[in-house]
């Protein structure tokens, strides 16, 4: 017993322990370094969310700790950089840049995204289904669905600015043919310069873009902030194209456990959160302890870890 013990302690202490289980807890997330779709660009900084998961198995954290920083990170410890990077779960799902007239679309699906995540990662409850119609199987309205959405509907990414180069890469494109064109030119052909179109100008204007442009060095973060406190409507039958009656942030009804989450667009993560990581909730404890269950022994004592509802199989 003791040689077990041992063994057991040993994998436990060592840091390779946090990587393994963070492998699993990142599938669960839908981690990707890269955003999916046509263009699949790559996401600078978001493995830094995946270093964050690591760390917190490594270091024994609480989890209903783990659970409120991934959904309201910056807003549950704003100077704390660790709960900034903690929400970048938010933003794992496939996202394709657009803009002009399918913006909207890119932004509901990322809205249909994170509400499913959230519903699948902590309470097993697959919620897609309610986006349409009440779910067929188990007690979610579709009510509900975009209540929860509405938690979310004023998030945004949090991104540092980045300036636009075309126009200067453009003007510093044609300065330069006009130089070479004046090289090609003898000496009674050639007109002076006035000081507005030198290149020394030019020069000093790409020098101060450069120097600028080191702050895209510093360590930043792949995460999301509180922007303005959209409104959020039921889609009938989920299309954006109809939009139905207005809906409140709220929580899951059939849980018997409720929440009074802010209407404001400050504190509506954390409150659902809260609400999520509460003793009191029904479903969270049970979800991963499921889950750990399953790492471990390779199968969970519920065979669908993602659904606890009627469909997922009983224990």
Not at 222 to 242: D, H, N, P, W
Not at 280 to 296: E, S
Request: charged share 25%; proline share 5%.
């Amino acid at each position: 017993m003791r040689d077990w013990e041992a063994v057991v302690d040993h994998l436990l202490e060592s840091p390779r322990y946090g990587e393994r289980m963070a492998q699993h807890w990142l599938d669960v997330v839908r981690y990707a370094d890269t955003s999916g779709f046509a263009n699949d660009w790559e996401r600078p900084h978001a493995w830094r969310y995946r270093d964050y998961v690591i760390r917190s198995f490594n270091n024994d954290k609480r989890f209903d700790r783990f659970v409120k920083e991934q959904i309201a990170g910056e807003e549950l410890a704003p100077d704390d950089p660790e709960g900034r990077i903690a929400t970048g779960y938010l933003r794992m799902g496939p996202w394709e840049q657009t803009g002009m007239s399918v913006a909207a679309v890119t932004r509901q699906q990322f809205l249909d995204d994170v509400t499913n995540s959230v519903g699948e990662t902590f309470l097993a409850q697959g919620l897609r289904c309610a986006s349409c119609h009440d779910h067929k199987f188990d007690p979610v309205p579709t009510r509900d669905y975009y209540r929860i959405q509405a938690v979310f509907a004023s998030t945004q990414f949090d991104e540092p600015a980045t300036p636009f180069l075309d126009a200067e890469t453009r003007e510093f494109a044609e300065r330069r043919e006009h130089l070479e064109r004046i090289r090609d030119l003898g000496p009674e052909q050639i007109t002076r310069l006035d000081k507005e179109n030198s290149f020394e100008r030019i020069t000093k204007k790409r020098n101060a873009y450069l120097e600028s442009a080191f702050e895209r060095f510093v360590p930043q973060s792949f995460s999301v902030k509180t922007g303005g406190g959209g409104k959020t409507r039921i889609l009938e039958g989920g299309a954006l194209s109809s939009p139905g009656g207005m809906v409140e942030p709220g929580a899951l009804s059939a849980t018997g456990f409720q929440v009074k989450i802010p209407t404001k667009a400050a504190g509506r993560r954390l409150a659902l959160a809260n609400w999520i990581a509460d003793q009191r909730n029904p479903l969270t404890a049970r979800v991963i302890v499921n889950r750990v269950w399953q790492w471990h022994f390779g199968s969970g004592l519920v065979a669908a870890s993602n659904n606890f509802g009627r469909m997922g199989g009983r224990p």
